[in-house]
């Protein structure tokens, strides 16, 4: 009772050379058995980013499962390990528990080979939210950020320019102010910004994001960022990478700040939605994990029953923007609630 | 011959000079002996003579035959008073450490050299045993074995027999006279004064720092060195003086404090012991190593398990309490706390808690100026920390502790071990003083002298179990305690008699 | 100085007392440092800043110096605070993987509860098993991770804007525990830091069991042979080191006002460094509540320094390295110093009465 | 058992070295389990991915074993095991912070040249300045994770896709390091593994080195007494742990293909526990090379078998906290009940000659 593995599946040729399905997994889905697609992320316990995918996974398999019998798990270290990730995937591959990869590597092209291998063996392979361009995988899903930044810096800058408000710098933050995506959204904020007011003042370049703490929690945000206003007393807008956008919602509160200071970042929570609310946040942009997630467990189906896979492998997912009171292509908060309560 | 010579020596630790200006000059041929009341600064003279640390100032030359030592160090063996051994280790590799031999392979001593050093001492079934298992007898034992198998001109021994018998001193000292006569120079401080009589040609005393005077040949008998020991304490009594006569109140009637009826140990070190510890009454147990009176002494603690003949496991009952004082300066000292806190830290919120249940600090200080005066402690305060003391007071802070917790039983393992003689008929005093309150004092002792001087009755052991019983009332001099224990020691079992050093390890 | 001066430096209590001033004088330094950079260094507000921030390291610190004084090691604080937070939130707000909910009350106590739990079983396997207290609290830093992202689902709860939103009274009294602000904006969670102290300094200097724990970390042979119970001293500092860290995690839920999945180990890390800066030692029968707080101080002020100059992460870490090793090192120094300018004194001292 | 065999347990020589024998039972343990689930298990493929998995942790857990038994601790392993990677790259292939770029033998010597400073520098510290190596190490961690990142400005390094490619010879050559497959596929990464093991059992085990090392972790007084060369050995020691973790992330890096900023800490901590679970006291003076091998192969055997029964990740934690705890355990209590069979029989030995 199983599915007939289409030709365009069994072999195909990419841009990087010629991929051959695993005999193997032809087989199994001829004779109907599940296959079997797994999600491997950086860190299944990452505060947001975690929770979300494993909702997008569970929703992606429902999908799959129209068109194949399968069956879908979410592998990675807790917190970011390259090393237990890697033999994570080693292992999976030598004992044959996978038919297809949606793959978050730690860094961009660092699992190259492991995708490589993968694909040696005839393994279909996806990435998501960070990309290894040079390996052979199939497509790669995530926010451009670079886009995402830029569309933050456009909105966050006509809000102020509507409302009147003065800005006199601009911080950039992040709780890995290393990383490249974070790098990327800060310099898609900047040009975003700049496109509206060419002579905005930043405190600091894309190089040098302030640090607010790599474990992402907000508790460290506080401690950093607390410090960092009070200093700087010059610095009335604040634009954050990633979750601790929440806890600049907090100091700002926290220090009264209201009205005077201003933020805009990435991610949702209630705390970041209520900062939003009362105007101390402008914007934010939902990075639908979820659906970085769901789309190359999707995908992997459609591989395998269909012989689909897109044509172009960028894959990027459209930035959901909130703002105060919404817009064309944005959400308002309570759009934002609904979207939050839904997700659970 | 080898002449070794100390020129003003001196050595401050804070505000204490530990020696003073001291002026030494030995040669080999036969033992010296080196007598000093608790801080007198021997041990301090040992450290500088073995360069373990830096004098002040001073200077000290080993003239060889053949000139003078540029590193004495080298040429200088020493057993310490507390043995510098590797607990985690086997005996084989403790002897081994320092002496490695080549830099690959498997690593041990001349083993011919070994084996026989080991079986002088009768330790050699011992030899594979890590030594954190074995005895502080052993330990110190092993510390000696280390000294015998390096080859050098100076051998400092300090208080190397303080536990043990009077037949393994014996044999030490045998060896040690070997030694001087091999052309060594040989150094004995100890505070069993017979010891000195038996082995030495010439003492040497210490006080204060310093060489206070000298004592050559025939000259040399207990009462002589105890009046220079004790010369300045006029008041203080004549060592022969020190057995006090409180036997007249021996078998007073009453019940026991506690009531030992065919018990056993756990892993059989001893078995089939009664005895009954009388209220008042000082009960010394004796016996060589592995004949089960050591472990005896800890089971009557509550510090190894006991059973009964039915093998039920027995502890003092109801609320007779138990205080337990272990050989070894490691089991007994705080290392990290002052004189004041090692002398209170047995003691529970009854005594050092204040109206508020909190700890009160004045108090604690009155509980630690009251232990120093009683117990004779020379220390410059009573905050110094207890690592700065001499052996000799350590041991009394140690004591003094477990005193202080006037608990109905206490076993003490070598009540006055290296502690001057002095000290130890005060010591003696303060048993006594202890028993006469109706409780029980249980010593385990390896010198004649001291059971002499502090027993009441006399349970003596051998392989595990109790060969005779003496009542120190019947005894009036100390050959006669010596022949009775030899007499009971070696008593013939039933079954031919293993070796001592053949039977279990006394697991501490 | 003057003679007499020098002469009280002789004396061995003087020099307990004066062991941590090197550290103190290292963070007098930075201090000093950083205000000269940026004027808003002294500031009430951020002092409010600073102090907040000490709150979870240093209660959570004090218990583990504790242990440490005992000569033990508790790495699974870290964890501990990260589960008590969890499962209160879990109980209380729903929406985890427990398919029940509980009132605030009941949630708090089976928080406070989970953590005393993990004490117990930690000093029950220290104890009753003979582990090494690393591997004890190494696995059960583990098992609390596990724990706590099975029963949330790694996620991340908001009481204020929950779906059900709990009674007001609740959210209320949930706030009022940590997050309220008092006077002059004081958090209450610095109340608790301050609580803490005092019953911790109490508990270390002026009671028989912070006497007995030295005692048995400097020599737990001698305190076998003396009798101390060392058992059960070993459970109660393992019991008060995990309800730390299990109330630390819940104060600090109620001021950020949400809690997620957190990284545990580096909370155990900074603890011990902690404890460690502040003079303990990790051998046992070592270690004061004053030296510990100076540790934490120094900890969250190179944070909050560091925040203040702006300097860039690559750069913190160096200095935080740098910093740490330093402020160790002078605090080793001076005590050198002061107790040969002792020893110098009461030496010409006696001299002089020679 | 024979009465014979028993007698021959009597023999300390005999315990000594049944010492980790309840650690290999719990090994073969789970061994049996995983395979019993999925056959996979003892596949060539998965044993060699198994092993080689373990090739940094042990390593690293070699040398840490050194440190641990001479009383001290390095936490620095880990960012040392990422700075020697990321300054071989920056320099060999350019694009991080750094103007110039190196041939690929240069960029290895300053890679290891890095790590053999830190060690230098560590030793240094807890030698000559006397700070508590948890102290010297905690703080040389974040040193040299600044230092990686500003040197290579948290790029990652990709030397085959590298722009511009490095010559032919060079790749190959690097790649013949860690990475290239011998025979059987076997990675030439494992090669190191056994080199490791074997030097460092001889230098544990056979030389006065090791031995020496066991007696001033037991009683480093004694060994000072005795004048051993205590601190020329602190010195060697934190070298070569260093010079392990700098070489281990070099092999990783050849082996993975390509480098970039790592969360250093979990490495050190992963050692440490591996050494801890061997058998090796964090107070010194105890510690083999085969039980660390043996807490190594229990980790990797862990991660292996649970990602093989595809246990989700939190449950994962759950498992690895209690069997690291289990596995201790029955080793003390297979230690215990060795122990006694062996008094027992020479008890009844003397017994029957009585
Ligand atoms: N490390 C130290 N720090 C401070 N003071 C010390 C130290 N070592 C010894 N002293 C002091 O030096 C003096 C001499 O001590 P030493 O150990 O040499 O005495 P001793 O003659 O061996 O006494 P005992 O017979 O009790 O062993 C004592 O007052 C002691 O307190
Ligand atoms: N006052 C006492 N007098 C005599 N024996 C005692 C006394 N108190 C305790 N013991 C015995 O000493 C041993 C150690 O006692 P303690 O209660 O201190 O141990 P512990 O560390 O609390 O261990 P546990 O309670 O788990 O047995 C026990 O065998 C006990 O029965
Ligand atoms: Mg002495
Ligand atoms: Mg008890």
């Not at chain 2, 019940?255 to 065919?262: D, E, H, I, M, Y």
């Not at chain 2, 010593?443 to 502090?454: A, G, L, P």
């Not at chain 3, 591997?135 to 099975?150: E, F, K, P, Q, R």
């Not at chain 3, 030692?281 to 969250?300: E, M, W």
Request: with cysteine; proline share 4%.
């Amino acid at each position: 009772a199983g599915i007939t593995v289409p030709d365009g599946a069994k072999s195909r040729t990419m841009p990087w050379g010629e991929f051959k399905l695993a005999p193997r997994i032809v087989k199994k889905l001829e004779a109907g058995e599940t296959a079997n697609i797994v999600v491997g992320i950086e860190g299944t316990g990452l505060p947001i980013q975690g929770a979300e995918m494993r909702i997008g996974t569970k929703k992606g398999c429902e999908t799959a499962n129209k068109s194949l019998s399968a069956e879908c798990r979410m592998v990675g270290p807790v917190n970011p390990d390259t090393a237990k990730q890697l033999s994570e995937l080693e292992t999976l591959l030598n004992s044959g528990q996978v038919d297809c990869l949606a793959l978050q590597p730690p860094l961009p092209n660092q699992f190259t080979n492991i995708i490589n291998k993968y694909a040696d063996a005839g393994i279909p392979v996806f990435t998501l939210n960070i990309d290894a361009p040079k390996a052979k995988r199939f497509a790669f899903y995530a926010l451009n950020e670079v886009q995402a930044g830029k569309i933050n810096g456009e909105t966050t800058a006509r809000l102020i320019k509507e409302k009147g408000i003065k800005v006199n710098q601009i911080a950039m933050g992040s709780g890995a102010p290393d990383q490249p995506w974070a790098q990327a959204r800060m310099e898609g904020f900047m040009e975003g910004y700049k496109s509206v007011f060419p002579d905005a003042k930043f405190f600091n370049d894309v190089k040098s994001g302030i640090p607010t703490g790599k474990n992402f929690t907000t508790q460290e945000v506080l401690n950093s960022v607390t410090p960092f206003l009070t200093a700087n007393p010059d610095v009335t807008l604040f634009f954050h990478t990633d979750q601790g956008i929440e806890g600049v919602g907090n100091v700002i509160r926290n220090l009264k700040l209201n009205g005077k200071v201003f933020a805009s970042g990435f991610n949702v929570s209630g705390a970041i939605l209520d900062s939003i609310g009362e105007g101390n946040t402008l914007v934010t942009i939902d990075q639908g994990f979820d659906n970085q997630a769901q789309a190359p467990v999707e995908q992997c189906a459609q591989f395998l029953a269909k012989g689909e896979t897109p044509a172009d492998p960028m894959q990027f997912l459209r930035p959901i923007v909130i703002t105060q009171a919404g817009g064309a292509n944005e959400l308002t908060v309570d759009a934002g609630r609904e979207r939050l309560k839904a997700a659970r | 011959m080898i002449r070794l010579t100390g020129k003003g020596i001196t050595k401050r630790y804070g505000a204490t000079r530990a020696l003073d200006g001291l002026d030494l000059d030995i040669t080999s041929g036969s033992i010296i002996g080196i007598a000093g009341p608790n801080g007198a600064g021997k041990s301090t003279l040992m450290r500088m003579l073995a360069g373990e640390e830096k004098a002040d100032s001073g200077e000290i030359v080993l003239q060889r035959p053949d000139g003078p030592v540029a590193d004495v160090w080298q040429r200088v063996a020493v057993v310490h008073q507390e043995p510098h051994i590797w607990p985690n280790m086997t005996v084989e590799q403790n002897l081994a450490v320092g002496r490695e031999g080549h830099w690959f392979g498997r690593i041990a001593v001349d083993p011919a050299a070994a084996e026989a050093v080991l079986t002088r001492l009768g330790i050699a079934a011992f030899a594979h045993y890590e030594l954190a298992d074995l005895s502080l007898a052993v330990q110190q034992r092993v510390e000696i074995a280390r000294a015998m198998l390096s080859d050098a001109d100076v051998y400092l021994f300090d208080e190397p027999n303080s536990a043990l018998t009077e037949q393994e001193s014996e044999a030490l000292f045998t060896t040690m006279g070997e030694l001087a006569r091999d052309g060594r120079i040989v150094l004995l401080i100890t505070h069993r004064l017979n010891d000195f009589v038996r082995s030495c040609d010439r003492v040497l005393v210490l006080r204060d720092g310093r060489i206070s005077a000298e004592i050559n040949g025939a000259e040399i008998s207990e009462t002589a060195i105890a009046a220079h020991l004790t010369a300045s304490h006029a008041g203080d009594r004549k060592p022969d003086e020190t057995r006090a006569a409180p036997r007249a109140a021996s078998g007073q009637a009453g019940s026991p404090v506690w009531r030992l009826a065919r018990c056993a140990d756990r892993l059989d070190a001893f078995r089939d012991i009664s005895i009954d510890l009388m209220p008042g009454r000082i009960i010394a147990l004796s016996g060589v190593e592995g004949s089960g009176a050591r472990e005896l002494a800890q089971a009557i603690g509550a510090f190894r398990p006991m059973c009964e003949a039915d093998r039920k496991s027995l502890t003092p009952r109801g609320r007779t309490s138990v205080s337990y004082l272990a050989a070894s300066r490691r089991h007994t000292v705080f290392h990290n706390m002052s004189v004041g806190e090692n002398l209170a830290a047995r003691l529970g919120l009854g005594a050092l808690g204040g109206r508020s249940r909190l700890l009160d600090p004045g108090r604690l200080e009155a509980i630690a100026r009251e232990g120093v005066a009683r117990y004779r402690v020379k220390t410059g305060s009573t905050s110094h920390p207890i690592t700065s003391l001499s052996g000799g007071n350590q041991q009394k802070v140690a004591l003094g502790a477990s005193m202080e917790e006037n608990t109905d039983i206490i076993v003490i393992e070598e009540p006055t071990r290296g502690v001057d003689i002095s000290s130890k008929a005060d010591i003696y005093e303060l048993l006594r003083d202890f028993a006469a309150r109706g409780r029980s004092v249980v010593v385990f002792c390896t010198e004649v002298q001291e059971i002499f001087d502090v027993a009441d009755e006399v349970v003596v052991l051998s392989r595990g179990r109790i060969v005779g019983r003496i009542d120190m009332a019947e005894i009036a001099d100390i050959p006669t305690l010596g022949d009775r224990l030899a007499h009971y020691e070696s008593l013939p079992e039933s079954s031919p008699a293993l070796p001592a050093g053949e039977r279990l390890p006394a697991f501490a | 100085m003057t003679q007499s001066a020098l002469a009280l430096l002789g004396q061995q209590k003087v020099l307990n007392s004066l062991r941590t001033l090197g550290l103190a004088l290292a963070i007098v330094l930075i201090a000093v440092i950083v205000q000269s950079q940026r004027s808003a260094f002294l500031s009430p507000e951020n002092m409010l800043t600073l102090v907040r921030s000490m709150v979870a390291l240093g209660m959570v610190a004090f218990a583990q110096m504790l242990v440490i004084l005992l000569g033990e090691i508790d790495l699974s604080v870290g964890a501990v605070y990260g589960l008590a937070g969890t499962v209160t939130a879990t109980l209380w707000l729903g929406g985890g993987s427990l398919p029940f909910t509980t009132p605030l009350l009941v949630a708090l106590a089976a928080g406070l509860g989970i953590a005393l739990l993990t004490g117990l079983l930690n000093g029950f396997l220290t104890v009753r098993a003979g582990l090494p207290s690393f591997i004890t609290t190494l696995g059960m830093l583990n098992v609390a991770d596990g724990l706590s992202l099975l029963i949330s689902n790694a996620t991340t709860f908001t009481p204020a804007y929950n779906e059900p939103l709990p009674p007001a009274w609740e959210l209320s009294f949930f706030h009022g525990l940590g997050g309220a602000l008092m006077a002059y904006d004081i958090p209450v969670e610095t109340l608790w830091l301050v609580g803490a102290f005092i019953l911790f300094w109490i508990l270390r200097h002026r009671t028989v069991f912070g006497f007995r724990l030295m005692a048995m970390g400097g020599n737990a042979e001698a305190a076998r042979v003396a009798r101390l119970p060392l058992k059960k001293y070993k459970y109660v500092v393992f019991v008060l080191s995990a309800l730390m860290a299990g109330l630390a995690g819940i104060l600090d839920f109620s001021y950020v006002g949400s809690v997620g999945p957190t990284q545990s180990s580096s909370l155990s890390f900074q603890v011990i460094a902690a404890v460690v800066i502040g003079g303990a030692s990790l051998n046992g029968g070592r270690g004061t509540i004053v030296g510990t707080l100076l540790g934490v101080i120094l900890l969250a002020l190179l944070n909050n320094g560091l925040a203040l100059l702006g300097v860039s992460s690559f750069v913190q870490l160096l200095f935080i390295g740098l910093v740490t090793i330093g402020a160790v090192w002078l605090d080793l120094v001076s005590q050198k110093l002061i107790r040969s300018a002792g020893q110098r004194s009461v030496r010409s001292g006696t001299g002089a009465v020679a």
